[in-house]
DNA sequence: TTCGGTTACTTGCATATTGCAAGTGCCTTT
DNA sequence: AAAGGCACTTGCAATATGCAAGTAACCGAA
């Protein structure tokens, strides 16, 4: 890359992800589901961040339409309902942990440990894939139960 | 990092990035900022996405007080301002091109070269330090007028 | 020195989005 | 058959946004 290339259309990706990420309650629906565990209604209006019931709605079927989650039977109870993510979203785990990394760097009241910093700059690609085999394992146990 | 550390903190970090960058116009002025050399007002109102006035005004105070940007006279005409970039909001720079990368990679109509994401893959390292260098080299050109 | 143009905002107002409380319909459990 | 949980929906007041217009300070040219 020379300095010739000016990256103007970087508009673009910027733009695409500031619509799904660019809004505070997708933003940490996404950590529930990716860092958290989280699959149901329930678990996500649990999140001390408070977020209400109708706005709740509103944002899940908004990540379903854009490709972000799955909305599936509860397998360990029809009644209920599961969000699962898609590949989609699991593919923005490195942006996410990027964000956390750098927001742990900045926010003087961090809870993260020193640890987590420390083992994303020792090994990025094996923290990623930490998580990425937590949510397999989350996934899994609950699709076959 | 072994299953047993469960990684419940991870909420705060995400909370925070979600605080400054979990807003649809934040998250566009960095982008002009970082990787599109805009300094003034009136350059982030040129952008395609046509901020209004008051709503630009407002995150440019929002970004200053999270010290995101630094408000000064422009060194070309004392009677107008420029904002620069602090280190903080520097180092969000990978975590903006890792977005990046994955909306390249999902936005079927990205206009993003398939050299961008390839030179991304190659040198990551690399390509964030070219974007630091473009950040540099505007900002010294500026200072020193 | 005055006048038009530019820059960086602020203000007012109509519209859209949010937050909160309450309600609904459909299971499931007892 | 009744009670409770779950996943929403609805209504309404409060807040935030978008748009158009206005303002104040400065700058360069005539």
Redesign the pocket.
């Known amino acids: 890359m020379n300095s010739n290339e000016k990256p103007e259309w970087n508009g673009c990706p910027t733009r695409y992800a500031a619509g799904i990420v660019g809004?505070k309650?997708c933003f940490l629906l996404l950590r529930d589901v990716l860092l958290h565990g989280k699959r149901?209604?329930?678990e996500f209006l649990g999140s001390p961040e408070?977020?209400?019931?109708?706005?709740l709605?509103?944002r899940?079927s908004k990540l379903e339409t854009m490709g972000m989650l799955t909305?599936e039977a509860?397998p360990r109870?029809?009644?209920?309902?599961c969000y699962f993510p898609t590949q989609k979203s699991k593919d923005f785990l490195p942006a996410l942990v990027s964000m956390m990394i750098w927001a742990t760097q900045y926010d003087e009241a961090t809870e993260a440990p020193a640890s987590f910093s420390e083992s994303y700059s020792n090994d990025p690609a094996g923290t990623i894939a930490w998580y990425e085999a937590e949510i397999d394992r989350v996934d899994q146990a609950l699709r076959s139960s």
């Open positions: 809004d309650w149901t209604y329930r408070g977020i209400s019931t109708n706005i709605a509103n899940l909305r509860d109870k029809a009644s209920s309902v």
